[in-house]
């Protein structure tokens, strides 16, 4: 049910209940997260799981330079007579630039502030790397980091 489709509910349309969450000192309006994956991947994306009802996000991995992606991401099989399609994640960290994704972070972080915002980074092996990118990323004003060493 979106919020959209509440009207017809008690307390002008909101359900009553309290799902929301303090995790390390990070508050969300409910346990329900997404991880860092394809539907965290930008802004646009993000802004529609908050608008879902999603509480938090981690922000698809960053590291300084943008990959490219392996292809394809669909495979199928004939399996018993049938043909069988699956669709498999195969991408590893963003391809999008580090630059784009801390501005949209910032941005959105601004737009929803009672919503978790945490954000996945993945460097090579470098004191002065790690430095580096966990400085501009907490610059963006993101609840947390995950940090991806192996």
């Not at 915002?117 to 460097?123: A, E, I, N, P, R």
């Not at 092996?125 to 990118?133: C, G, L, P, Q, Y």
Request: with cysteine; aromatic share 10%.
């Amino acid at each position: 049910m979106t919020r959209k489709d509440n009207a017809g509910l008690p307390n002008g349309g909101e359900w009553g209940i309290d799902l929301s969450i303090d995790f390390c000192g990070v508050k969300a309006p409910n346990p329900f997260w997404l991880a860092s994956a394809p539907p965290t991947n930008s802004a646009y994306q993000v802004r529609r799981a908050y608008d879902a009802g999603w509480g938090g996000v981690v922000w698809k991995t960053l590291s300084h330079e943008p990959i490219v992606n392996v292809s394809s991401r669909y495979g199928s099989i004939d399996y018993d007579s049938r043909k069988v399609a699956g669709l498999n994640n195969i991408e590893l960290i963003t391809d999008r630039s580090l630059e784009d994704n801390l501005r949209e972070i910032e941005s959105v972080k601004k737009d929803y502030p009672d919503h978790a915002l945490f954000v996945s980074l993945m460097v090579e092996s470098k004191r002065e790397t790690w430095h580096d990118i966990v400085k501009q990323t907490q610059a963006t004003g993101c609840d947390g980091l995950e940090l991806n060493f192996g």
